[in-house]
Nanobody, 129 residues
């Protein structure tokens, strides 16, 4: 059974930084493609916004809204995905979810939430101005 557990969320002032982690398990003999999504307060779960993605070769993709501020990375030896968030803005306030899929060649773009079959429970990030 695949499982994703996020951590590292919290409250920070605008301009500050946070580092999110997502520990994954259950992907035996494969390196999953993974991504971070977020859901702003008051929006339905279906309205998740893509943040960043990383494939099994380490290739990264970013949403325009976070380019130059956020960095996605992974440590395959520790089965952990990271999201380093710098220069945070109030509009970054959201519940952040990590997502994964074991079959990376699924024919959907890396920032398409439909690509991913397993999701974590989320970690809240609140940025105050």
């Amino acid at each position: 059974q695949q499982l994703l557990v996020e951590s590292g969320g919290g409250s920070v002032q605008a301009g500050g930084s946070l580092r999110l982690s997502c520990e994954y398990s259950g992907y035996i003999g494969t390196i999953p493609c993974m991504a971070w999504f977020r859901q702003a307060p008051g929006k339905e779960r279906e309205a998740v916004e893509a943040v960043a993605a990383i494939d099994d070769h380490g290739t990264t993709t970013y949403a325009d809204s976070v380019k130059g501020r956020f960095t996605i990375s992974r440590d395959n030896a520790r089965n952990t995905l990271f999201l380093q968030m710098n220069s945070l803005k109030s509009e970054d306030t959201a519940m952040y979810y990590c997502a994964a899929v074991g079959i990376c060649w699924v024919l959907r773009g890396p920032l398409d939430p439909e690509k991913y079959s397993t999701w974590g429970q989320g970690t809240q990030v609140t940025v105050s101005s």
